[in-house]
Protein backbone atom coordinates (compact mmCIF):
# COMPACT_ATOMS: atom_id res chain seq x y z
CA UNK A 1 0.00 0.00 0.00
CA UNK A 2 1.21 3.24 -0.93
CA UNK A 3 0.41 5.33 2.11
CA UNK A 4 0.97 9.08 0.70
CA UNK A 5 -1.41 8.27 -1.97
CA UNK A 6 -4.00 6.89 0.41
CA UNK A 7 -3.57 9.62 2.44
CA UNK A 8 -4.19 12.05 -0.57
CA UNK A 9 -7.07 10.63 -1.31
CA UNK A 10 -8.76 10.24 2.07
CA UNK A 11 -8.12 14.24 2.30
CA UNK A 12 -9.60 14.73 -1.39
CA UNK A 13 -12.66 12.81 0.09
CA UNK A 14 -12.63 14.84 2.96
CA UNK A 15 -12.79 18.06 1.20
CA UNK A 16 -14.15 21.12 3.38
CA UNK A 17 -15.38 19.17 6.68
CA UNK A 18 -14.31 19.01 9.71
CA UNK A 19 -12.44 16.30 11.16
CA UNK A 20 -15.79 15.80 13.70
CA UNK A 21 -18.27 16.01 10.25
CA UNK A 22 -15.80 13.63 8.47
CA UNK A 23 -15.40 11.30 11.28
CA UNK A 24 -19.07 10.95 11.19
CA UNK A 25 -19.70 9.79 7.42
CA UNK A 26 -17.53 7.06 8.61
CA UNK A 27 -17.85 6.25 11.30
CA UNK A 28 -14.76 7.24 13.51
CA UNK A 29 -14.34 9.52 16.49
CA UNK A 30 -11.84 12.42 15.77
CA UNK A 31 -9.23 11.39 17.40
CA UNK A 32 -8.95 8.64 15.17
CA UNK A 33 -9.26 10.54 12.11
CA UNK A 34 -6.52 12.80 12.94
CA UNK A 35 -4.26 10.12 13.80
CA UNK A 36 -5.30 9.08 10.22
CA UNK A 37 -4.71 11.95 8.92
CA UNK A 38 -0.99 12.12 10.42
CA UNK A 39 -0.33 9.36 8.93
CA UNK A 40 -1.49 6.13 10.78
CA UNK A 41 -2.77 3.77 8.43
CA UNK A 42 -6.63 3.58 7.54
CA UNK A 43 -8.11 -0.12 8.54
CA UNK A 44 -9.88 -2.51 6.35
CA UNK A 45 -13.16 -1.42 7.97
CA UNK A 46 -12.71 2.30 7.46
CA UNK A 47 -11.52 1.64 3.46
CA UNK A 48 -14.69 0.07 3.27
CA UNK A 49 -17.12 3.04 4.99
CA UNK A 50 -14.83 5.34 2.68
CA UNK A 51 -15.53 3.53 -0.13
CA UNK A 52 -19.11 3.34 0.71
CA UNK A 53 -19.76 6.63 1.45
CA UNK A 54 -18.19 8.06 -1.22
CA UNK A 55 -18.63 5.33 -3.87
CA UNK A 56 -14.96 5.25 -4.41
CA UNK A 57 -13.33 1.79 -5.37
CA UNK A 58 -10.57 0.60 -2.44
CA UNK A 59 -8.07 0.10 -5.04
CA UNK A 60 -8.33 4.03 -5.78
CA UNK A 61 -7.95 4.73 -1.94
CA UNK A 62 -4.95 2.53 -2.19
CA UNK A 63 -3.16 3.92 -5.07
CA UNK A 64 -3.28 0.69 -6.84
CA UNK A 65 -5.86 2.01 -9.39
CA UNK A 66 -6.22 5.31 -11.03
CA UNK A 67 -10.21 4.59 -11.73
CA UNK A 68 -12.37 6.55 -8.96
CA UNK A 69 -14.93 4.31 -9.29
CA UNK A 70 -16.36 1.47 -7.23
CA UNK A 71 -18.77 -0.02 -9.34
CA UNK A 72 -16.70 -3.01 -10.30
CA UNK A 73 -15.66 -3.66 -6.80
CA UNK A 74 -17.63 -6.82 -6.86
CA UNK A 75 -17.72 -7.84 -10.30
CA UNK A 76 -16.36 -11.18 -10.70
CA UNK A 77 -14.42 -10.47 -13.73
CA UNK A 78 -12.21 -7.72 -11.73
CA UNK A 79 -12.36 -8.66 -8.29
CA UNK A 80 -9.26 -8.12 -6.58
CA UNK A 81 -7.83 -9.69 -3.03
CA UNK A 82 -8.12 -6.19 -1.79
CA UNK A 83 -12.14 -6.38 -2.24
CA UNK A 84 -11.69 -9.68 -0.77
CA UNK A 85 -10.12 -8.79 2.30
CA UNK A 86 -11.88 -5.65 2.88
CA UNK A 87 -14.71 -8.18 2.60
CA UNK A 88 -13.45 -10.23 5.45
CA UNK A 89 -11.80 -7.77 7.83
CA UNK A 90 -15.54 -6.35 7.95
CA UNK A 91 -17.03 -9.96 8.34
CA UNK A 92 -14.56 -10.56 11.21
CA UNK A 93 -15.59 -7.33 12.80
CA UNK A 94 -19.19 -7.69 12.80
CA UNK A 95 -18.58 -11.03 14.58
CA UNK A 96 -20.05 -12.91 11.56
CA UNK A 97 -17.05 -15.26 11.32
CA UNK A 98 -14.61 -16.45 12.97
CA UNK A 99 -10.99 -18.87 12.06
CA UNK A 100 -10.82 -22.34 13.20
CA UNK A 101 -8.37 -24.11 15.18
CA UNK A 102 -6.26 -27.05 14.04
CA UNK A 103 -6.51 -30.07 15.36
CA UNK A 104 -4.97 -29.72 18.58
CA UNK A 105 -7.04 -26.68 19.11
CA UNK A 106 -3.88 -25.06 20.05
CA UNK A 107 -3.24 -22.90 16.91
CA UNK A 108 -5.64 -20.89 14.38
CA UNK A 109 -6.37 -22.51 11.19
CA UNK A 110 -6.50 -19.69 8.49
CA UNK A 111 -7.96 -22.52 5.97
CA UNK A 112 -11.11 -23.14 8.45
CA UNK A 113 -13.28 -19.88 8.46
CA UNK A 114 -16.32 -20.75 10.46
CA UNK A 115 -19.92 -18.99 10.36
CA UNK A 116 -21.18 -17.81 13.49
CA UNK A 117 -23.87 -15.33 11.10
CA UNK A 118 -26.89 -17.77 10.70
CA UNK A 119 -28.52 -15.31 7.91
CA UNK A 120 -24.94 -16.37 5.93
CA UNK A 121 -25.44 -19.92 7.00
CA UNK A 122 -28.61 -19.92 5.55
CA UNK A 123 -27.71 -18.61 2.25
CA UNK A 124 -24.45 -20.75 1.88
CA UNK A 125 -26.21 -24.03 2.84
CA UNK A 126 -28.71 -23.62 -0.05
CA UNK A 127 -26.29 -22.52 -2.31
CA UNK A 128 -24.22 -25.92 -1.22
CA UNK A 129 -27.20 -27.71 -2.29
CA UNK A 130 -28.39 -26.16 -5.83
CA UNK A 131 -25.05 -24.92 -7.05
CA UNK A 132 -24.53 -28.79 -8.40
CA UNK A 133 -27.70 -28.78 -10.06
CA UNK A 134 -28.60 -27.08 -13.47
CA UNK A 135 -27.07 -24.17 -14.15
CA UNK A 136 -29.94 -22.32 -15.20
CA UNK A 137 -31.53 -23.37 -11.97
CA UNK A 138 -28.66 -22.10 -9.92
CA UNK A 139 -28.69 -18.65 -11.55
CA UNK A 140 -32.08 -18.35 -10.88
CA UNK A 141 -31.81 -18.69 -7.22
CA UNK A 142 -28.55 -16.59 -7.01
CA UNK A 143 -30.51 -13.79 -8.59
CA UNK A 144 -33.74 -14.32 -6.84
CA UNK A 145 -31.11 -14.24 -3.75
CA UNK A 146 -29.10 -11.05 -4.97
CA UNK A 147 -32.69 -9.31 -5.21
CA UNK A 148 -33.98 -10.72 -2.01
CA UNK A 149 -31.32 -9.88 0.37
CA UNK A 150 -29.97 -6.25 -1.81
CA UNK A 151 -30.17 -3.47 0.88
CA UNK A 152 -30.40 -5.48 3.73
CA UNK A 153 -27.32 -4.60 6.00
CA UNK A 154 -25.65 -7.53 7.74
CA UNK A 155 -26.12 -7.54 11.40
CA UNK A 156 -23.41 -7.23 13.93
CA UNK A 157 -23.65 -10.92 15.03
CA UNK A 158 -24.21 -11.67 19.02
CA UNK A 159 -25.69 -14.01 21.32
CA UNK A 160 -29.05 -13.11 20.97
CA UNK A 161 -29.50 -13.67 18.03
CA UNK A 162 -28.23 -17.18 17.95
CA UNK A 163 -31.53 -17.78 20.55
CA UNK A 164 -33.97 -15.64 18.26
CA UNK A 165 -32.90 -17.69 15.15
CA UNK A 166 -33.38 -20.74 16.63
CA UNK A 167 -36.99 -19.99 18.18
CA UNK A 168 -38.48 -18.00 15.04
CA UNK A 169 -36.44 -19.33 11.69
CA UNK A 170 -38.78 -22.66 10.64
CA UNK A 171 -37.38 -25.06 7.94
CA UNK A 172 -40.64 -23.66 5.77
CA UNK A 173 -39.67 -20.18 5.95
CA UNK A 174 -38.87 -19.05 2.19
CA UNK A 175 -36.09 -15.70 1.68
CA UNK A 176 -38.86 -13.49 1.98
CA UNK A 177 -39.42 -14.52 5.22
CA UNK A 178 -36.55 -14.81 6.05
CA UNK A 179 -35.65 -11.46 5.46
CA UNK A 180 -38.88 -10.17 6.94
CA UNK A 181 -37.62 -11.75 10.15
CA UNK A 182 -33.83 -10.65 10.02
CA UNK A 183 -35.00 -6.82 9.67
CA UNK A 184 -37.00 -7.79 13.24
CA UNK A 185 -33.83 -8.98 14.31
CA UNK A 186 -32.06 -5.64 13.38
CA UNK A 187 -35.16 -3.72 14.87
CA UNK A 188 -36.06 -5.77 18.05
CA UNK A 189 -39.13 -5.91 16.81
CA UNK A 190 -39.88 -9.69 16.98
CA UNK A 191 -42.43 -10.95 19.19
CA UNK A 192 -40.33 -12.24 22.23
CA UNK A 193 -43.49 -13.40 24.07
CA UNK A 194 -42.72 -16.84 25.33
CA UNK A 195 -39.31 -16.35 24.74
CA UNK A 196 -37.87 -18.15 27.41
CA UNK A 197 -35.37 -21.03 28.30
CA UNK A 198 -34.00 -21.22 24.55
CA UNK A 199 -30.64 -23.57 24.56
CA UNK A 200 -27.59 -21.74 23.16
CA UNK A 201 -26.64 -24.37 20.85
CA UNK A 202 -28.96 -24.84 17.26
CA UNK A 203 -29.55 -28.24 16.51
CA UNK A 204 -32.69 -27.91 14.26
CA UNK A 205 -32.29 -28.13 10.23
CA UNK A 206 -31.88 -24.75 8.54
CA UNK A 207 -34.73 -23.12 6.57
CA UNK A 208 -33.56 -24.08 2.71
CA UNK A 209 -36.45 -22.34 0.61
Known amino acids: MERG ?8 LMGNDSQEEFGKKIHMSQSNVSKMLKGTPP ?12 QVSVDWLLGLSDERGKDRILSREHLTYADVMVVLEALFDNNEIH ?18 DKILLYLLSNRSQIVSANRDFYDMWLSKMLKTFSGHELLQWIERYDKEFEHYFKNQDSAEEVVKKMDKMRS ?14 IDEGLPFN
Not at 44 to 54: F, G, N, V
Open 99 to 116: TGYEYSGNYEDPSSICID
Open 43 to 54: SASTLKALAEKY
Open 5 to 12: ITLERIIE
Open 188 to 201: GTLDTNGFMNIPDI
